[in-house]
């Protein structure tokens, strides 16, 4: 019976430990996957706005804002109202690019890389990090500014 005990308590501790809020490495000191969106709103200092009315109510935005000194066009967060905090997105200059990848390299080593042809017609280049807790993408396109995306990890790396 203690045996078959220990067992049950062990796996709802692992279940609690999956369930608990991660804290997401995104640009923002204390961040957490799953925060609400007026927590986000004040871990970040500002009034973050729908995108489009009515059409993704979940998807809100601030422009012109400052990661660590750099300045950002745009900064995208997903917040769903079930599930919190799940997404953020930065969009910046090309000229802030490679300090941001070098500061991304010098943090969590170095990416996976690749190029990509959209279309035949729009080139991108990906370089792609997996921190173990957040899965972090930044592209660089012709068509877009510099884009940064932070989103909480699907897959553990212990089971690989």
């Known amino acids: 019976m203690t045996k078959a005990f220990r067992y ?9 430990i999956q369930l608990s809020p991660k804290p997401a490495i995104a640009c923002v000191e204390g961040l957490s996957w799953g925060m609400d969106l007026s927590n986000v709103e004040k871990h970040l200092g500002t009034s973050l706005k729908p995108v489009q009315e009515g059409l993704n109510r979940d998807l809100f935005e601030v422009t012109d804002f400052q990661m660590s000194g750099l300045p950002v066009n ?15 997105v930065y969009e910046m200059d090309y000229e802030n690019m490679t300090e941001v990848l070098a500061g991304l390299r010098h943090r969590f080593g170095p990416p996976v890389g690749t190029s990509v042809d959209v279309d035949g017609r729009s080139p991108q280049q990906q370089w792609i990090w997996h ?13 877009r500014p510099f884009l940064l995306s932070y989103r909480p990890s699907l897959l553990d790396p212990s089971f690989l």
């Open 131 to 143: 921190t173990g807790e957040d899965v972090i993408t930044a592209v660089k396109s012709e068509q």
């Open 74 to 88: 745009s900064l995208r967060v997903r917040v769903e109202e079930a599930y919190g905090l799940k997404q953020l």
């Open 8 to 16: 049950v308590a062990i796996a709802l501790f692992l279940l609690l």
